[in-house]
């Protein structure tokens, strides 16, 4: 697809800008940092209907759609279709697997807890709930949390255990991609790559979103210059004035029906069905998380005093 394809007709759909980030997921603003430093041209839509949706972001143009759930995600994607490309010379070289794996595991993992656990959600309820009807977002995000600490391990048991893991292994990356960077402009030396979209987003998620009580925000403060890489790339590429190629932001209420990653032409009557069935979707959303809340409820109904009184102690 890589040269040939018609640039403006390109729409990257992400969760609402705030914390004075275009998009403050950390899922959505690694896609949208890529697509900046490949400075391919692209308007910027956001879509807040389905808070929970594994979907975003995603990257379409015409028919073709780059789900965030498919095949390792967006930049990923992208990447396989040939639609843009920033590491077809980097894979090769034996620093680039080693530090994707730094990176995606132990700076994705320090994230995820400080985001839902070590911060006590503060920031995460502002980006993903707080759009939502105030019982609704409450119990959807205590839901979210729960999950959060199942997907990192974390139990009464070991929970003080896990959280010195965690951070040392994030002090650790830290110190080991600060060494690799010293003052070069990117990760690999005068190019940028996938690594850094993702790196770069890290870096500005935890200093712009974390609440300054954060474990995992003065950990990363205490090394000047991957602060001073975030702030150089940040002011050429995503403040710049050639970043105006994206459009402002504005309301794109995506009905995520799955249009699958194969191009497939559609007829207007097609389409308009499509729109039929979001208007309803919209209509009964609030029953679906109710509902939603209800089974979540009936699960977490087992749950033992000591776990409760494990949760107040968090």
């Known amino acids: ?58 990257f379409e143009t015409g028919t073709y759609v780059a789900y965030n759930n498919e095949d390792g995600g967006v930049i990923e ?64 995000f205590y839901k979210q949390t729960y999950m959060a600490k199942t997907r990192l391990g974390i139990i009464k048991e070991n929970s003080e255990e896990r959280e010195k893991q965690i951070y040392k292994r994030a002090s650790d990356a830290y110190e080991a991609l600060s060494t690799r960077l010293g003052e070069q402009k990117f990760l690999f030396e005068d190019r940028p790559s996938s690594l850094d979209a993702i790196f770069l987003s890290h870096i500005l998620f935890t200093i712009q979103v974390l609440p300054e009580t954060s474990v995992l925000r003065t950990k990363l403060l205490e090394h000047g210059n991957l602060v001073r890489y975030a702030e150089k790339l940040k002011l050429e590429f995503l403040e710049a004035p050639s970043s105006s190629s994206s459009p ?59 776990e409760l009184e494990y949760e107040d102690d968090d």
């Open 77 to 140: 994607k992208l990447k396989k279709d040939g639609v843009v490309n920033l590491d077809s010379q980097l894979q090769s070289l034996p620093d680039y697997l080693s530090l994707k794996a730094l990176i995606l595991s132990w700076l994705e993992e320090a994230l995820a807890y400080e985001t839902w656990v070590g911060t006590e959600g503060v920031s995460a309820w502002k980006i993903y709930y707080s759009d939502l009807p105030w019982v609704i977002s409450k119990v959807l």
């Open 248 to 306: 402002p932001l504005h309301s794109f209420p995506s009905s995520f029906s799955r249009k699958g990653s194969k191009p497939k032409s559609k007829s207007k009557t097609e389409k308009t069905e499509e729109e039929k069935k979001f208007k309803k979707r919209a209509k009964f959303f609030l029953a679906s998380q109710f509902l939603a809340v209800v089974i979540y409820l009936s699960v977490m109904g087992g749950v033992s005093n000591d």
């Open 1 to 58: 697809m890589e040269g040939d394809q018609d640039t403006s007709g390109f729409t990257l759909v992400t969760r609402k800008p705030c914390f004075g980030l275009p998009t403050a997921c950390p899922n959505c603003l690694p896609a949208y940092i890529y697509l900046k430093l490949a400075q391919l041209p692209f308007q910027l839509a956001f879509n807040s209907t389905f808070p929970d949706s594994d979907e975003l972001p995603y």
